[in-house]
């Protein structure tokens, strides 16, 4: 951060359960919902909070998350639906209850010369796990109420819509460099040089980093994708047009990594075939959840990768070695502590002989791998991935093309999602809704198992553009 939050920063926070009463009262409860989140990571501004003694944190993730759980609660017409303990609830008690038993066990301090970290203790951990609940309540909310395929179309409008609005204050930090997060809330969110790209500037608006901005950009792309395939329109303008409009704003953002997604989503979801692309995106999350556990096991080729990075562009091949170099010393660190982790207050960080911390922490599953340990590192990312497994199983259970291109599109969006876990550090809010929407669409679709009978997963499934 460069720069001191100013008080305007603290007004929009505060503000924005005006904006969801507004929200919930005026439009459907499932539009209002997306805007509540999707507005706040895109409006709000980052590492700005308040805290209170014994309340988690209040900042752009927790503030819109309480305010669509209020708003949904107050206006769902939707019977509750009593639910079995399964895996997802498993996966979610665990989730909740892992930085408890993180805690208990690293109540040590830690002394480097100078440098003391505090032991974690019990009243940290229940903060933590209360802390990780309120961040969780958007995969909660998807899932309770997007699960419906017209909840998915209206995911994927938001996005197209989003994406042409953002698109203008982007073109002009592209122009006049990242500046809108600065004259708005007082400071800037990441260090400026990080915007600079040869001749010009990756903007990013209010999202904190340029990296964020270009990949959901990138999302955007492929929903308009999807909804060029399906035949909707976006304040009736054509499909086509929208589609290369957006996909133009994402070359002009200077990120290689989220235009190279876009550049094998978008051809997936406009020609392939619905199984096709849910065996693409099931191949994303293993490669996901597999990649950390060959990095602990050095199994993973980074020599092979450096040299062909370096035969492409020296200057990234050297920034590639300089990452495979701070993971390979994160991961020895993380060891120490394989199955729950060092905790909080940078315990699991790399500290020299002087108590000088030479930590560079890029992907999030270096972080959760560190801080929560092995088995907080598997059940974050069987969350986020196990959607994707079970949209797989569901799809002989899709009644049409429509739908099954659309749950075949957002299946793609989370598992990239996931897939950039490693390089980078985005989960927010916004995604964890996307995958709980996935989730509850899965889980609504397989429940439904027993009453269809007639249905043709073959024909449905390679289906393909035109038919």
Same mark, same amino acid.
């Given at each position: 951060?460069?720069?001191?939050?100013?008080?305007?920063?603290?007004?929009?926070?505060?503000?924005?359960?005006?904006?969801?009463?507004?929200?919930?009262?005026?439009?459907?409860?499932?539009?209002?919902?997306?805007?509540?989140? +999707?507005? &706040?990571?895109?409006?709000?501004?980052?590492?700005?909070?308040?805290?209170?003694?014994?309340?988690?944190?209040?900042?752009?993730?927790?503030?819109?998350?309480?305010?669509?759980?209020?708003?949904?609660?107050?206006?769902?017409?939707?019977?509750?639906?009593?639910?079995?303990?399964?895996?997802?609830?498993?996966?979610?008690?665990?989730?909740?209850?892992?930085?408890?038993?993180?805690?208990?066990?690293?109540?040590?301090?830690?002394?480097?010369?100078?440098?003391?970290?505090?032991?974690? /203790?019990?009243?940290?951990?229940?903060?933590?796990?209360?802390?990780?609940?309120?961040? +969780?309540?958007?995969?909660?909310?998807?899932?309770?109420?997007?699960?419906?395929?017209?909840?998915?179309?209206? #995911?994927?409008?938001?996005?197209?819509?989003?994406?042409?609005?953002?698109?203008?204050?982007?073109?002009?930090?592209?122009?006049?460099?990242?500046?809108?997060?600065?004259?708005?809330?007082?400071?800037?969110?990441?260090?400026?040089?990080?915007?600079?790209?040869?001749?010009?500037?990756?903007?990013?608006?209010?999202?904190?980093?340029?990296?964020?901005?270009?990949?959901?950009?990138?999302?955007?792309?492929?929903?308009?994708?999807?909804?060029?395939?399906?035949?909707?329109? !976006?304040?009736?303008?054509?499909?086509?047009? !929208?589609?290369?409009?957006?996909? /133009?704003?994402?070359?002009?953002?200077?990120?290689?990594?989220?235009?190279?997604?876009?550049?094998?989503?978008?051809?997936?979801?406009?020609?392939?075939?619905? $199984?096709?692309?849910?065996?693409?995106? !099931?191949?994303?999350?293993?490669?996901?959840?597999?990649?950390? #556990?060959? $990095?602990?096991?050095?199994?993973?080729?980074?020599?092979?990768?450096?040299?062909?990075?370096?035969?492409?562009?020296?200057?990234?091949?050297?920034?590639?070695?300089?990452?495979?170099?701070?993971?390979?010393?994160?991961?020895?660190?993380?060891?120490?502590?394989?199955?729950?982790?060092? @905790?909080?207050? @940078?315990?699991?960080?790399?500290?020299?002989?002087?108590?000088?911390?030479?930590?560079?922490?890029?992907?999030?599953?270096? #972080?959760?791998?560190?801080?929560? &340990?092995?088995?907080?590192?598997?059940?974050?990312?069987?969350?986020?991935?196990?959607?994707?497994?079970?949209?797989?199983?569901?799809?002989?259970?899709?009644?049409?093309?429509?739908? /099954?291109?659309? +749950?075949?599109?957002?299946?793609?969006?989370?598992?990239? &999602?996931? !897939?950039?876990? +490693?390089?980078?550090?985005?989960? @927010?809010?916004?995604?964890?809704?996307?995958?709980?929407?996935?989730? /509850? $669409?899965?889980?609504?679709?397989?429940?439904?198992? &027993?009453?269809?009978?007639?249905?043709?997963?073959?024909?449905?499934?390679?289906?393909?553009?035109?038919?």
């Amino acid at each position: 951060m460069e720069g001191t939050p100013n008080l305007f920063a603290y007004v929009a926070l505060l503000s924005w359960p005006l904006v969801a009463l507004v929200l919930y009262r005026t439009r459907p409860m499932v539009e209002a919902t997306i805007w509540t989140i +999707l507005g &706040g990571f895109l409006l709000l501004p980052v590492d700005v909070s308040i805290k209170i003694p014994m309340i988690p944190v209040f900042d752009k993730n927790s503030i819109p998350n309480i305010c669509a759980l209020i708003g949904c609660t107050a206006v769902s017409r939707r019977a509750p639906q009593p639910r079995r303990f399964g895996s997802i609830e498993f996966l979610i008690a665990i989730y909740i209850a892992s930085p408890i038993i993180t805690s208990l066990l690293n109540a040590d301090p830690i002394v480097i010369d100078t440098l003391t970290l505090p032991g974690v /203790g019990s009243y940290d951990g229940i903060s933590a796990a209360i802390g990780e609940f309120v961040f +969780l309540l958007s995969f909660l909310i998807g899932r309770r109420f997007l699960r419906n395929a017209a909840d998915h179309e209206q #995911i994927l409008r938001a996005l197209v819509i989003s994406g042409l609005a953002y698109s203008l204050p982007m073109l002009f930090e592209m122009r006049f460099s990242p500046q809108l997060h600065n004259w708005v809330y007082g400071f800037h969110p990441s260090q400026f040089v990080q915007s600079l790209r040869e001749d010009g500037y990756r903007p990013m608006v209010f999202t904190g980093h340029g990296l964020i901005a270009a990949f959901f950009l990138m999302t955007t792309v492929v929903a308009a994708t999807t909804l060029w395939r399906i035949r909707v329109r !976006v304040f009736n303008l054509p499909p086509a047009g !929208v589609t290369i409009y957006l996909a /133009g704003i994402l070359v002009l953002c200077r990120s290689a990594g989220a235009l190279v997604y876009g550049m094998i989503l978008t051809p997936l979801v406009r020609f392939a075939s619905v $199984r096709l692309q849910l065996r693409i995106a !099931v191949l994303l999350v293993a490669v996901a959840v597999a990649f950390p #556990i060959l $990095r602990t096991a050095d199994l993973f080729p980074t020599t092979t990768l450096v040299d062909i990075a370096a035969t492409l562009n020296r200057e990234r091949a050297e920034s590639l070695q300089y990452r495979f170099d701070h993971e390979k010393s994160l991961l020895a660190r993380a060891n120490e502590r394989f199955w729950f982790g060092w @905790g909080r207050y @940078g315990r699991s960080r790399v500290y020299d002989e002087y108590g000088i911390d030479r930590s560079v922490t890029d992907g999030y599953w270096i #972080i959760t791998l560190g801080q929560y &340990g092995f088995i907080g590192f598997m059940i974050q990312f069987l969350l986020l991935t196990l959607p994707v497994f079970l949209a797989v199983f569901a799809l002989k259970y899709v009644a049409s093309l429509r739908e /099954g291109l659309t +749950l075949a599109a957002l299946s793609l969006i989370v598992a990239i &999602g996931v !897939v950039d876990q +490693l390089p980078n550090s985005s989960v @927010g809010t916004w995604t964890l809704l996307l995958t709980g929407a996935l989730c /509850g $669409r899965a889980e609504l679709l397989l429940a439904s198992r &027993g009453r269809v009978k007639s249905r043709q997963p073959t024909k449905l499934a390679n289906v393909r553009i035109g038919q």
